[in-house]
């Protein structure tokens, strides 16, 4: 029976116990390592009471489950159920959007984004773009940006957006309404953050930022949150002047981990400064005046 769309929490539930019906179809006691129960197999694949002894949940519950009933799932017992399914890393993640989860950590946040996305990044000239780790590192970028920005002067350890902006305090220098679009962009990192509430990586970050930065720390308190930086930002670089570029920020599907920004050019007359600048010698030592 389909479930109207005028209910959408029915309808996720109807697809999750589809899903975990066909996944359970799909193995044997074998494949867990399991002794078959004793009585004869009228459908393939394992008995329900065998992926719920398996992922260590009740039997009642997980039965719920696979009838499409409310049964408010944590995090621990999807992930447990991910596990006794055997899922894969995509798989895992549909799982968890279907019980109303935030994706799983990676198991590796990838440091060399490889030849391809090198090569994208490239290709995407003369607009600047960069690649986004997970906790908003640098990963990756083109000359463009690199002449923009120049996440490369900043320490081997911090090649981070908001230590770009916070710490360092470049790009709040350069940004025009630079309170708003650092706030946005804090909100942004805090919301990340908060899915993946308990990551060392991240919590050695926000210390390091309270430490080196009283904006941070003041803005932090606000407990602002945003979901995504597209829009335009306008920029102050010298000897050129303004410089407005349209922000998109897209996912990489093949490492959902990673972020493909691009800044493009707003106006003709941006594109010509951005060249020009692209063209210059001058760099962030050079003092930008504050307005």
Same mark, same amino acid.
């Given at each position: 029976?389909?479930?109207?769309?005028?209910?959408?929490?029915?309808?996720?539930?109807?697809?999750?116990?589809?899903?975990?019906?066909?996944?359970?179809?799909?193995?044997?006691?074998?494949? /867990?390592?399991?002794?078959?129960?004793?009585?004869?197999?009228?459908?393939?694949?394992?008995?329900?009471?065998?992926?719920?002894?398996?992922?260590?949940?009740?039997?009642?519950?997980?039965?719920?489950?696979?009838?499409?009933?409310?049964?408010?799932?944590?995090?621990?017992?999807?992930?447990?159920?991910?596990?006794?399914?055997?899922?894969?890393?995509?798989?895992?993640?549909?799982?968890?959007?279907?019980?109303?989860?935030?994706?799983?950590?990676?198991?590796?946040?990838?440091?060399?984004?490889?030849?391809?996305?090198?090569?994208? /990044?490239?290709?995407?000239?003369?607009?600047?773009?960069?690649?986004?780790?997970?906790?908003?590192?640098?990963?990756?970028?083109?000359?463009?940006?690199?002449?923009?920005? @120049?996440?490369?002067?900043?320490?081997?350890?911090?090649?981070?957006?908001?230590?770009?902006?916070?710490?360092?305090?470049?790009?709040?220098?350069?940004?025009?309404?630079?309170?708003?679009?650092?706030?946005?962009?804090?909100?942004?990192?805090?919301?990340?953050?908060?899915?993946?509430?308990?990551?060392?990586?991240?919590?050695?970050?926000?210390?390091?930022?309270?430490?080196? &930065?009283?904006?941070?720390?003041?803005?932090? &308190?606000?407990?602002?949150?945003?979901?995504?930086?597209?829009?335009?930002?306008?920029?102050?670089?010298?000897?050129?002047?303004?410089?407005?570029?349209?922000?998109?920020? @897209?996912?990489?599907?093949?490492?959902?981990?990673?972020?493909?920004?691009?800044?493009?050019?707003?106006?003709?007359?941006?594109?010509?400064?951005?060249?020009?600048?692209?063209?210059?010698?001058?760099?962030?030592?050079?003092?930008?005046?504050?307005?």
């Amino acid at each position: 029976m389909r479930t109207p769309a005028s209910d959408p929490a029915a309808a996720r539930r109807a697809e999750l116990a589809a899903f975990i019906r066909a996944r359970r179809a799909d193995l044997r006691p074998g494949d /867990l390592g399991l002794n078959p129960l004793p009585r004869r197999r009228g459908t393939p694949g394992l008995r329900r009471e065998e992926v719920a002894a398996a992922a260590g949940v009740s039997l009642t519950w997980y039965t719920w489950l696979e009838q499409g009933r409310p049964a408010d799932p944590s995090s621990q017992v999807i992930d447990a159920l991910a596990r006794t399914l055997r899922l894969d890393t995509e798989s895992h993640r549909h799982l968890r959007r279907l019980a109303g989860l935030a994706a799983p950590e990676p198991d590796h946040m990838p440091d060399d984004v490889g030849p391809q996305l090198t090569r994208l /990044l490239e290709a995407i000239e003369p607009a600047p773009a960069c690649l986004l780790g997970l906790r908003f590192d640098f990963l990756a970028w083109n000359r463009s940006f690199d002449r923009l920005w @120049l996440p490369g002067s900043l320490p081997a350890n911090r090649r981070n957006l908001m230590w770009l902006y916070f710490a360092q305090d470049t790009a709040a220098q350069m940004s025009v309404g630079r309170e708003e679009r650092g706030r946005r962009l804090l909100g942004q990192f805090r919301a990340v953050a908060a899915e993946h509430a308990g990551d060392e990586r991240f919590a050695e970050l926000i210390d390091a930022l309270h430490q080196e &930065s009283a904006q941070f720390r003041t803005w932090w &308190s606000h407990n602002r949150v945003e979901q995504a930086l597209t829009g335009q930002i306008a920029i102050r670089r010298p000897p050129v002047g303004v410089i407005r570029l349209d922000v998109s920020e @897209l996912k990489v599907a093949s490492h959902p981990s990673l972020t493909l920004c691009v800044q493009v050019p707003a106006r003709p007359v941006d594109a010509r400064r951005l060249a020009q600048l692209i063209r210059s010698r001058v760099d962030l030592a050079v003092p930008i005046p504050r307005r």
